[in-house]
């Protein structure tokens, strides 16, 4: 009984978090695209007040379990002890809704001669073992590396997927946000930095190899959509269960229609038709 009481408050506050507005938290990989769709939905449904910030993926996790938010976005999946945070607060796991896919480009300046790296020589680079561009075939000068904090889902799932869990090199400059890393790079003719597809302007992205020996893939909606790309991934909504409903769950739903999903298409790769709401 205790319990079911305690879920009860839990649903109870959570509902009064949002107070006639919705707010989103999380992602900066996101941001871009959450802040269109606020404003796209908002044109269409005046009475809908939509309210949108960054901070990284882990913030997004931080403010959803403390009740602060009503969405949190997130390029990586949610963690296990983040799940269990949110049950303890509100009584049951967040649902998690898949929002966009998204090709994790790896950034360098329009000056750099390099096209294209394979998955090992991007580990050696980022782990500080390659320390030089002549090394991968480019100049003979000093490579600078660009990362993100550690509350960004895009630094998780770069070492995850890419360094396979080692340790960024001590020398890594870290950047608040997708946007400023993407300038430090194309303003640095040695430097190399990663991030989600929409942020490209003024850098150039490399072709990927899976292997050495592979031919290279660069990121686009038919490479990312077939898993050609090797760093590809999906871009996540998350919400607490009880709120999952009423305008909320509209807007939730109306991001991952077919409308959701032409905005999407402006800055990410839409979802495949079978993961739309219909």
């Not at 882990?58 to 990586?76: C, E, H, I, P």
């Not at 090709?103 to 750099?112: A, P, R």
């Not at 782990?127 to 075939?137: F, N, R, Y």
Request: overall charge neutral; hydrophobic content about 40%.
């Amino acid at each position: 009984m205790k319990k079911l009481i305690g879920i009860a408050v839990a649903t109870v506050l959570a509902t009064a978090v949002h107070a006639g507005n919705i707010t989103v938290t999380g992602s900066d990989t996101l941001v871009i695209l959450a802040q269109k769709w606020a404003e796209v939905y908002m044109g269409a449904h005046p009475d809908v007040k939509i309210q949108v910030s960054g901070g990284g993926s882990g913030v997004g996790f931080a403010a959803l379990q403390n009740q602060k938010t009503d969405v949190a976005d997130a390029s990586r999946k949610i963690k296990p002890a983040e799940e269990l945070a949110c049950i303890k607060a509100f009584g049951r796991r967040p649902t998690e809704y898949k929002v966009a896919l998204d090709g994790l480009s790896v950034y360098v300046s329009q000056d750099n001669p390099v096209k294209e790296l394979s998955l090992e020589q991007l580990k050696g680079i980022f782990t500080g073992k390659i320390t030089s561009w002549k090394d991968v075939g480019g100049n003979d000068a000093p490579i600078t590396i660009y990362s993100r904090e550690n509350s960004s889902g895009s630094y998780e799932f770069f070492k995850d997927h890419v360094l396979k869990g080692s340790d960024f090199a001590a020398s890594a400059q870290t950047m608040q946000g997708t946007a400023a890393l993407v300038q430090a790079v194309s303003a640095d003719k040695n430097g190399i930095g990663y991030g989600g597809a929409a942020y490209g302007a003024g850098a150039r992205a490399l072709g990927v190899k899976k292997e050495d020996a592979s031919a290279a893939v660069y990121p686009n909606e038919q490479t990312v959509f077939d898993g050609s790309y090797p760093i590809w991934r999906y871009l996540y909504t998350y919400v607490n269960p009880a709120l999952d409903k009423d305008e909320i769950g509209a807007y939730l739903k109306w991001i991952r229609s077919d409308a959701g999903q032409q905005v999407a298409k402006d800055f990410y790769y839409p979802l495949p038709d079978d993961l739309r709401a219909k």
